[in-house]
């Protein structure tokens, strides 16, 4: 888990919050607006950032250590108001509540406990986010370190990094000093230099980098009034300069360690919100009383409909199918939610699937719904007999392709990146984990109606997706793919279960006898699965090299024992016996407890909205992960079968599609001609690195020119390289040389698309979608470097998966044409998986190449391969 440490400047945010809330103060009279404030914030901040470490710094006095530069520092500013002086202890003790560590130091202020601690954080490689409404503390902005400065009081931040400061200031963070010293600030009576405002002060900093050299080159400024304004002023600017430097070797005395942060106690909490009257954000917490979840927001007029009439609706509707659970194959739907231009409505789930008009409605085609989720709302309704049709925007779609980075896609969530209001979490109303609930049914219908309103009302997202060429995306590929990949959920693929069970057993055979071949050559039994017992028997009994030590003993990890293949004829059968025994229990054990008991068979489902580079995953149970480099997992699709007697099953598969992306993005003619003329794409690559015939190729040839070419689309390095083919890192850079020599056009689009994404922060694929890369200019390396592997192949790997989604919705589309039965069960990676009657065979042969072959115009052609049979297995 990443370290995150957040720092919160207390001081500037409870006066910002004093300052931008109404006076309010509780039954008891204590004035509570500030705290409040401080508080909504707090929560957001631990909800959204997650910190692992957290800290809030206040100031100790009014006298510092910089009164003995200047004693008017700070001078001018009026006295703290009694009803905010009052407040701090308030706070202090919310935050002891909360678990959260706060600290002073006499003759300090916040801004050198916060400069301290970040200093300390960016070097022992903590994610650092500083939180204030104080701009001075931008000087300590680094590539780890974000600033975020609130705005509009306290409701909405504007996070800093180098890269947005270079933009927006045009100065880097170091010359935040420098800034100040020239302009002074009137908050802090910091002089600087009179006349001289931030416009001026940047176009010096730009030009002469720092006070300092100003000086140096003083000579060259030009405006006679500003040279002599410099000239007269230069200890103010020295001086205040000193004045805005942050101390960030103050000599606190806490740590990092100190600050370490897990979660809070909601009952202590709780108990404090009560005492202060905060009823709305006592909703927040999880052992919250349902009745408190709808306090903080606005009223919502709304219809709990008895029976669904057509004068309900108008032809344009926002539809809300609400479900609790993950799985929603399983789950019950909650209740529906309705809202129009006419009104909002809420329909208990017997009212609506009962309804004669409801069901007209929902598959009427041409009366136009905005759906959150298409899919899942489609599988729930066609579990009920009802077909969803007339989809014209789905939330969920629209916010991932807009921010495909994020993994919370709730209404909840997208409000608020919206800055909207009107809805709150899930969680807020359902509770999370064990302690889940369905609410009383006025909160609930509320919640749900409130979902439908707030997506009705929501113009944003399609408005932005046009502003992005990426409204077609979603219209014409990804809703079109959502209602296919929901038809083939709902259709699930046939299982033999008694296969599973009998692979299932000889599985267990041969674990047993592996284990026994393990035991023989170690000398001894003993618990293959105890890292504390098989430690000792490898590094201290055989005397094996040891590669990595924990905290308990020796590392018998994957990667461990794979860099000690060579040395003993155990570890390969260890490394067997696991595999085995993760086919055993994730796999047959696994499939056997999803099957439905109903149809017999297992309804994956397929998540939409959660790759960055647009590729489908499973889940429940994933059957894209299925292990095929071992027999024994190759077997397991042995147990997939047609759900029909006198079915086959038919697989197509992409032939190197990324590859062929590579050759069109990068218009490379030498890769190009050899797809064109249907060569061998490895062995033309060895002809060319090598510099041999075709006849001279050896298979280690080709091995070797294959993992350049695939390891070329993910931007290997050449330690990626010589790690693959177990070559010197000098060798595999002389391959990767050779391989761009060949194809000097990669090379190009290789070093454009970095560029590029350099440039505008993200990259496309040949369909618009983006990945935004956020740390492609990060000065750490490590950062940047993935960044740019990134880079390079986003474009290649998401226009694949866009290629694939295309050619699923017109091979569905020609099925339905043709008045087939064959159907779509299947989609793993670049393979499609059919069943079909045995007589639609010789159909199916010529036209599931021909959909998939030409669903996109390439400057290459698309090659599949197709095979078929009584089991998934059979048609591999």
């Not at 990094?161 to 000093?177: C, D, G, N, V």
């Not at 990669?746 to 454009?752: E, I, L, N, S």
Request: aromatic share 8%; proline share 3%.
């Amino acid at each position: 888990m990443a370290k995150k440490l957040v720092l919160i400047d207390g001081n500037s945010i409870i006066y910002r919050a004093f300052f931008a809330l109404p006076l309010l103060n509780n039954d008891k009279g204590v004035y509570t607006n500030a705290v409040y404030g401080f508080t909504t914030m707090l929560m957001r901040i631990l909800d959204e950032q997650k910190p692992t470490h957290i800290l809030v710094a206040f100031d100790a006095g009014k006298t510092t250590f910089r009164h003995e530069t200047f004693k008017e520092y700070k001078g001018g500013r009026q006295k703290t108001p009694p009803e905010l002086s009052e407040q701090f202890p308030v706070l202090k003790e919310l935050l002891d509540a909360f678990s959260i560590k706060h600290y002073e130091l006499d003759q300090y202020e916040a801004d050198d406990i916060i400069g301290t601690l970040s200093r300390q954080g960016d070097k022992e490689g903590f994610e650092v986010s500083v939180i204030s409404g104080d701009k001075d503390l931008l000087q300590l902005v680094t590539d780890n370190v974000t600033v975020h400065v609130t705005k509009k009081g306290i409701s909405e931040m504007e996070a800093y990094t180098p890269a947005h400061m270079l933009k927006k200031m045009e100065i880097s963070p170091k010359q935040i000093i420098d800034l100040k010293g020239l302009m002074g600030d009137s908050s802090d009576n910091i002089p600087g230099i009179p006349g001289v405002g931030e416009k001026t002060a940047t176009k010096l900093l730009k030009q002469f980098h720092s006070v300092e050299e100003v000086y140096e080159h003083i000579d060259e400024v030009t405006g006679k009034k500003l040279k002599e304004k410099l000239e007269n002023h230069q200890d103010d600017a020295l001086m205040s300069k000193k004045l805005a430097t942050i101390d960030v070797n103050a000599p606190i005395a806490i740590s990092i360690g100190d600050t370490e942060y897990d979660t809070y106690e909601p009952s202590k909490v709780s108990a404090i919100f009560k005492d202060l009257g905060f009823q709305s954000l006592l909703s927040k917490l999880d052992n919250a009383e349902q009745e408190t979840a709808t306090e903080a927001l606005q009223e919502i007029s709304f219809t709990v409909v008895d029976k669904v009439t057509n004068e309900m609706f108008t032809g344009k509707e926002a539809l809300m199918v609400e479900m609790l659970e993950e799985n929603y194959h399983k789950a019950p739907i909650e209740g529906i939610g309705i809202a129009n231009e006419q009104g909002t409505y809420f329909i208990p789930t017997e009212v609506a699937v009962e309804s004669k008009a409801f069901k007209e409605w929902a598959e009427d085609d041409s009366k136009k719904k905005i759906v959150f989720d298409s899919k899942t709302s489609m599988v729930a309704l066609l579990n009920k007999d009802i077909r969803l049709r007339g989809i014209g925007f789905d939330t969920v779609l629209a916010s991932y392709l807009l921010n495909p980075s994020e993994n919370n896609h709730s209404i909840g969530a997208i409000a608020r990146r919206l800055n909207l209001s009107g809805v709150l979490y899930d969680e807020e109303v359902y509770g999370k984990g064990a302690k889940q609930k369905v609410p009383k049914t006025d909160i609930l219908s509320e919640h749900i109606a409130r979902k439908a309103r707030m997506m009705f009302d929501m113009e944003n997202p399609q408005k932005q997706l046009r502003a992005n060429e990426q409204y077609d995306l979603l219209t014409q590929l990804e809703m079109p793919l959502a209602y296919i990949l929901g038809e083939m959920e709902h259709t699930g693929v046939s299982v033999d279960k008694s296969r599973l069970e009998n692979m299932g057993k000889e599985l267990e055979e041969r674990l047993e006898n592996v284990k026994t071949e393990i035991f023989e050559l170690a000398g001894e039994a003993f618990n293959l699965n105890s890292p504390k017992q098989l430690g000792p028997i490898l590094f201290e009994k055989l005397k094996l090299p040891v590669i990595k030590k924990t905290k308990t003993g020796y590392s018998t990890a994957a990667d461990v024992l794979e860099q000690l293949q060579n040395e003993h004829e155990i570890i390969p059968k260890i490394l067997l016996y696991r595999q085995l025994g993760k086919l055993q229990s994730t796999y047959i054990e696994g499939l056997l407890k999803v099957v439905n008991d109903k149809t017999g068979k297992i309804h994956t489902r397929y998540n939409q909205a959660l790759t960055q580079t647009g590729r489908l995953s499973s889940v429940d149970p994933n059957l894209q992960n299925i292990p095929i480099r071992l027999e024994e997992g190759r077997k397991i699709r042995q147990a997939f079968v047609p759900s029909e007697k006198g079915w086959i099953m038919f697989s197509a598969d992409y032939s190197q599609i990324e590859l062929r992306v590579l050759a069109h993005i990068a218009k490379d003619d030498k890769l190009i001609a050899a797809f064109k003329q249907q060569k061998d794409i490895h062995t033309s690559t060895a002809m060319e690195v090598f510099h041999v015939q075709e006849n001279e190729i050896t298979a280690n040839m080709r091995r070797q020119a294959k993992a350049v070419n695939f390891g070329i689309v993910y931007g290997i390095s050449d330690y990626g390289l010589s790690q693959n083919l177990g070559i010197t890192r000098k060798e595999a850079k002389k391959f990767i040389d050779r391989y761009f020599e060949t194809y000097p056009d990669v090379k190009k689009y290789m070093d454009d698309i970095v560029n590029e994404a350099k440039h505008q922060g993200y990259v496309t694929t040949i369909m618009h979608r983006r990945r935004y890369l956020p740390e492609i200019n990060s000065r750490n390396f490590n950062k940047r470097s993935f960044a740019e592997r990134t880079a390079m192949n986003t474009p290649i790997q998401g226009s694949a998966a866009d290629i694939i989604k295309q050619a699923m919705i017109d091979l569905h589309s020609r099925l339905k044409k043709e008045k087939m039965q064959a159907r779509m069960l299947l989609q793993v990676h670049d393979e499609l998986i059919l069943e079909a009657p045995k007589e639609e065979l010789d159909q199916l042969k010529e036209i599931v190449p021909d959909c998939m072959e030409n669903t996109i115009d390439l400057d290459v052609p698309l090659k599949v391969e197709y095979a078929y049979g009584n089991s998934w297995f059979d048609a591999k």
